[in-house]
Every structure is written in structure tokens, then in C-alpha cells.
């Protein structure tokens, strides 16, 4: 796993990584430290707020609409914890992600 840059949402940071395909990085689970292999199907994951050290980590094996869609999910997952459905984050992480590929291919090819 690699480090990125940090990521604030909501006036806190999350610490971002890149995992390769074939990692199962663990994640906290909770603010006790609980935590669990990643799932080698999952495409990114958000620990929770209240976990000190938070991550983001996404798997760095996508094309762009994917890595941008993954990239949006994970961080309403860290603005909204338990707040929204998985379907509507599925849902409206791949419409932003979607509309913001459509907008700049668009503005590109006017110059």
C-alpha cells in the first residue's frame, strides 16, 4: 500500500492510500481498533470517523470513471457515516463522477 495525500472532509482528515489489487490492507472497524482484512472485490473503503488515523483506501487497478466514482463514493461514505443507503451512495457517486468526465471532455474539446 501506498500513502497519498490527506483529505479533508467535514473539518477532519483522512490519511489516503493506494492498495494494489491483490492487497487485503486491515481496517478499523470502529474506535476500539477492531478491524478486518479488506475484501479483494471491494474497489475502496472508508474507516470511520471517530478512528484515530483514519484511511481512505482505494484499489488502484480502475480505469477513470471507476477510480473517479470509487474516489467520490468513499468520501461521502466519510462526510455521511451512517447517515445514507449504500444504493444512494452507488447511485450518486456515479452520477457526479460521470457528469464531471462529461463536463470537462466537453469543455476540452471547445479548446
Not at 461521502?76 to 471532455?105: C, G, K, P, Q, V
Amino acid at each position: 500500500m501506498r500513502r497519498d495525500k490527506d483529505l479533508r472532509i467535514l473539518r477532519k482528515i483522512w490519511r489516503f492510500f493506494w492498495a494494489r489489487k491483490d492487497e487485503r490492507p486491515l481496517v478499523k472497524t470502529d474506535a476500539n481498533g477492531d478491524s478486518v482484512p479488506m475484501n479483494l472485490n471491494e474497489l475502496g473503503v472508508c474507516e470511520p470517523p471517530d478512528v484515530k488515523g483514519k484511511r481512505i483506501i482505494i484499489r488502484d487497478c480502475m480505469g477513470l470513471e471507476l477510480l473517479l466514482d470509487t474516489f467520490i463514493h468513499e468520501q461521502i461514505h466519510a462526510a455521511a457515516h451512517e447517515l445514507l443507503s449504500e444504493e444512494w451512495i452507488n447511485a450518486t457517486s456515479s452520477d457526479i463522477a460521470r457528469n464531471i468526465l462529461l463536463y470537462f471532455e466537453v469543455r476540452l474539446r471547445k479548446k
